[in-house]
């Protein structure tokens, strides 16, 4: 029997995408609030024994918690045999570590959480920095989708002589796995944060590539001014404007404009809906949920 993809609100899109991949149904729910603004949600589809993959991307997660933890445990009230989240992008991940006295870890508080309302998770490139795997967090089962090979072959079949460039050294094996998937070479910077939106980046010597047209990858744009140090960095080398490519468009408030200013163009993967996306991750998380793997499984070789 076919797996059902429930998207919550503003998922739609990336569930009908799933749905054009694979052997999926599609189930529905529906979310409104009553007058003094608490969540009523009600399932659509008989869910009696069935397994459900709920679609809910975690940008803005304070927003959406507990819209999916009510429809979860609806779910599983009303006999679904599994509840699968696949959050395309995964909210709570930068702050890993306390950096301040007195910080909370959020992203070992919003993995407990996240953890007791549903039984699996799958997710896109989270953001990984001081953790080396998702399993060090999370105490559910996770499958981890890379975007990499679609990020590969979109750069290898659109820009001439490309040079991959990664803003930090964290994004090392990252660009790497671009780079081979777009027979280019790579080169990453060192990124110092001083703030929430400042940066300050090194180049190595890229006398060599002085003829490439620079491709920067990031994992997430957020403030924008990782890439735009970058691509400021690149223009004082004598670089022609870069092309951006980031999985997990974000871009809050006037980032994109920010961005815009100083690059030949931004593209995005679809993890999360926004004007820049350009790279569909669907099918590479459609294998990944279909093949139906063990905890701690990596989608099929690409
Ligand atoms: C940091 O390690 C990430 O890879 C991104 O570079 C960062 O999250 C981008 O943030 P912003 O757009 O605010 O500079």
Redesign the pocket.
Request: glycine share 6%.
């Given at each position: 029997m076919s797996r059902l993809l429930l998207p919550l609100p503003g998922n739609e899109a990336f569930a009908n995408a799933l749905a054009a991949e694979g052997d999926f149904a599609l189930a529905a729910a529906a979310v409104r609030r009553f007058p003094d603004g608490e969540l009523l949600v009600r399932i659509d589809t008989d869910v009696a024994g069935r397994a459900v993959d709920l679609v809910c991307a975690l940008a803005n997660a304070d927003a959406h918690f507990l819209t999916l933890a009510f429809v979860a445990d609806a779910l599983r009230d009303l006999g679904a045999s599994e509840v699968r989240l696949l959050a395309p992008y995964l909210g709570y991940m930068r702050q890993d570590a306390r950096f301040h006295p007195g910080e909370a870890i959020t992203s070992r508080t919003f993995a407990r959480l996240l953890g007791s309302v549903v039984d699996r998770l799958v997710t896109v490139d989270p953001?990984l920095?001081r953790i080396a795997a998702l399993s060090d967090l999370y105490r559910i089962p996770c499958q981890v989708v890379h975007a990499g090979p679609a990020i590969g072959r979109w750069v290898r079949d659109r820009i001439a002589a490309p040079l991959i460039v990664g803003?930090?050294s964290?994004?090392e094996p990252w660009a790497a796995g671009i780079a081979a998937a777009a027979g280019a070479p790579y080169a990453v910077f060192d990124k110092v944060r001083f703030g929430d939106r400042e940066?300050r980046l090194t180049a190595p010597d890229l006398a060599a590539f002085a003829r490439r047209q620079p491709v920067l990858v990031?994992?997430?744009?957020?403030?924008?001014?990782?890439?735009v140090a970058a691509c400021q960095t690149l223009q004082a080398l004598g670089f022609a404007p870069p092309v951006c490519v980031v999985v997990h468009a974000i871009f809050v408030g006037d980032?994109l404009d920010r961005v815009r200013a100083v690059c030949a163009r931004v593209v995005s993967t679809d993890t999360l809906p926004h004007v820049t996306n350009a790279i569909s991750v669907a099918p590479l998380v459609a294998r990944a949920l279909l093949a139906e793997a063990g905890p701690g499984a990596g989608p099929r070789p690409d």
């Open positions: 953001h920095h803003p930090d964290e994004s940066v990031d994992d997430i744009a957020s403030s924008g001014r990782t890439l980032a």
